[in-house]
């Protein structure tokens, strides 16, 4: 066996730092390597870094991130926010759906290092500490959703929604909601779920 | 204060909602682990022909690799007998998406990176992409019903009314919205697998084997699953190439698939043409049903879908001739998808009924009713129990089948022409063995435990339920356990038949904690209920008591000194012999097919199922509903387009459309809710996940011919083929 065709999980430093020029990844700020420590479960491993400054759920995190990553992978892997889901990574299922400046976002099509001084906001900031969202309240009692998994994007969609102002009809929910799928097919629940959150959400418009 | 006890058959919030919608609730991909390093599978490009070199020095040396994995190396994994998971330099390639390297790195974006570094080159030679491809091979499959039952030839030969057909289905893809996902953890020989499994059990044999390692060192851990639909159901490449490169390099491997790589190398539905032919006497009664199938499958699988399976058991005849053959393409391996074969052979079979019906100016509705049968025409035993009837009828009543116009285009509104349609479905009982233990706690509360799956389907609520039920204690006092291998066996969540096998396994654990816990009362010296006979003795909300004294389950429990009593049971099919369980249903629906564009909607949709006892009205109306949605994809928009090169035109959702928001109306779901007592299983009959999907697909056919004047033979019905 060539040693071209080994792999040596010894790799140092240095041999990172020269793959990292060879590979032509222009690094913005220069880099040290930890592995995440037994301590620190999920934290980032960085390769080259952009510094960026979000607030994710009224917090702020100063980031050192690579400038590839997505605001989804941002949030699942450097910050261990898993509750946003990636179904497709080309912004075509909608269950990565956050906020960003209280806008409906696509965070698998969300570059983190564009998202510098951005307020994000994402499932698990929803609710109010034990007390659930309306929204989350009516999701559970209209069973709008099976398996779970589009159900944070779903959510996250539709209160957007309804801070829009376009949750007035249900055939309008439906169609603006077309972004958010959902292969277990629990749409009918959902409709229902959001025409009836929408009546007990403040400042929520009908 | 009397509180509503909790029965099964209510409906109950689900008891993992607030997990759901807080997103607390962890799939596969959500476990961070010390040390996690991310991996990629490279893969095929290229559907028949030779792998001539594989080059993957550039990806070895990219920012952030720890390893590349490839035939030069995974023998470092230590599979069993040297199991060869990668196509190598000098292999023959037989489809898309066959794994040649696993790249390793510590973050995604490098790993990702660096995948893309990875060249290989090809011999291309022409694939088969097509069943009536003269070059594809071909095999005999078993189709359900045998050959010939009767003499349908002659049958056929002397029939008053003759109807023949050629139905057509495209492949079609599972697609759940969770991507395949392993997290891999080994510690020392023992492996830790984090998946989203249907079968926990049999996932956790497949990877042992797979490393020659004993059962009890592989653990999975699949507690929830995003929607399983039969994918899940096998352990894919991805979930073997995670536990090596984890093995390889000591550390935490997370592998996710793109969903392109979850059209390739996820499974899909064969696709299939069907010769049908109805042979009926003038008055409408059917002697003879043939079907002559042709469906797609892999190069070197045994896979073939069943679509003759559920053809014959609706409807009274007398003849049948069946035949099945799969020919062979290059693809990758074809997977059980939701209800397989039923939903193909039963489109045929209701457009067909359809056709006959129009043939004969007889209604739609009442040729299925003149042809009802109370015993299975294959075998002539009788049904567990059968209300097809009450379903067509209650179904016409719900969709105002009285307002349909006996003949085609008739009604429009402005632009949009209006039709009505029925179609109905049938899919097997079931259920099989399962064990469950519970367990009751010091503070009273109680917690059912086996390695059952919920990927939607509401197992954790419904076990739950049975334990509150018997036990009398409310929901927020019942937990459920289950997903993980090491808790007691339970079936796959396959073939409907698993709720219908975990539940009364829960009932029938809680049913004996319960006599214990009664024995107890009426035993212990310390038991304020002691020497009481047990029918002084009754159980309400949290607590046994007599007439004057109580005592609460927690407390009773501290009397034994010990954490918790504890029961397991196992649960063994206890239905009546001689019988066919059966589920049956039907399906009506108004459309508006746009008179320009062909652009077809879906208005109104009401069905009505015969599933036997329902356990929760909630989560049960949602399988059924979701059946639907997905019925009505494929009627109208799911078709997964091979081109001449073996790849799909859109391997994503940008091409395979599976129904929006926008494409759903209103379901209106009625089950008719009867406890079966010949079937056991606490009256249930399995059937709530793989019903409703079949039969959809006629009846909206049925609709847009009675909107249109157009019989439309094929699905994905697309305006192309309106206008």
Redesign the interface.
Known sequence: MSKENQFDPNVSRRELMAGAVAAGVAATVPVSFAFAGEASAGAAVVAEGQAVKIIVNGKPHQLTIDPRASLLDTLRETLSLSGTKKGCDHGQCGACTVHVNGQRVLSCLTLTASCGGDEISTIEGLAGGDELHPMQKAFVEHDAFQCGYCTPGQIMSAVALIEEGHAKTEDQVREQMSGNLCRCGAYPNICKAVMDAQSKMAGGRL | MTIEPVKLGQAI??V????????????A??Y?????HFAVIVHTTVAKGKLTSLE??AA???????????A??IAEAKFAGNRQPFRKAGDDVDYIGQPIAVVVA?????AR?AAS?VKADYERLQAVTSMLDPAAATLDANARGGPNRGNPESALSSAAVKLSGTYETPIQTH?????GATVAVWNGDKLTIYDGTQAVLGSRKRVADAFGLPTADVTIVSP????G?GARLLTWPHTYLAAAAAR????PVKL?L??QQMSYAFGHRPASRQELTLGATSDGKLSVISQNTLSSTGVKDDFVEPVTGHTLVLYDHQHSGMQAKAARLNIGAPAPMRAPGAPLGLFALEVAMDELAEQLKIDPVELRLMNDTAVDPRNKKPYTDRNFAECLKRGAAKIGWADRAATPKQKRAGDWLIGYGVGCCAWHGGNTQATARVRVLRDGSAVVASAAQD????TYTVMAQAVAEVLCLPMDKVSAEIGVSTLPPAPTAGGSRHCSSVVPAAHQAATAAKKKLLELAMKHEKSPLAGLAADQLQFNNGTISSDTKSITLGDLVALTGEANIEVTEEYKPDGKPGFVGMNFGAHFCQVAVHAFTGETRVKKFASVFDCGRIFNL??A???L??????GIGMALTEAAHLDSSGRYAAA???GYH?????D????DVEMINKPDENFGALGSRGGVGELAISGVAAAISNAVYNATGKRVREVPITPDKLI
């Open positions: 919030p689900r993992d909602g607030k997990a759901k919608v807080t997103g607390a609730a962890k799939y991909a959500d961070a682990l010390p040390g996690l993957t020095a070895r040396k990219a920012a952030g690799v720890v390893a590349v994995l490839d030069g190396n510590q973050t995604l974006e490098q990176f570094l697609h759940p919205m969770e991507l929830y699953i995003g929607g639909f390889m390099i000591g550390k996710v793109t969903r990927m939607g389907t509401g909630h989560t109306a949602n399988q509903s979701g059946g639907v949605v997905w994503d959702f940008s599976i129904p929006s928001h926008a759903i109306p209103n379901i």
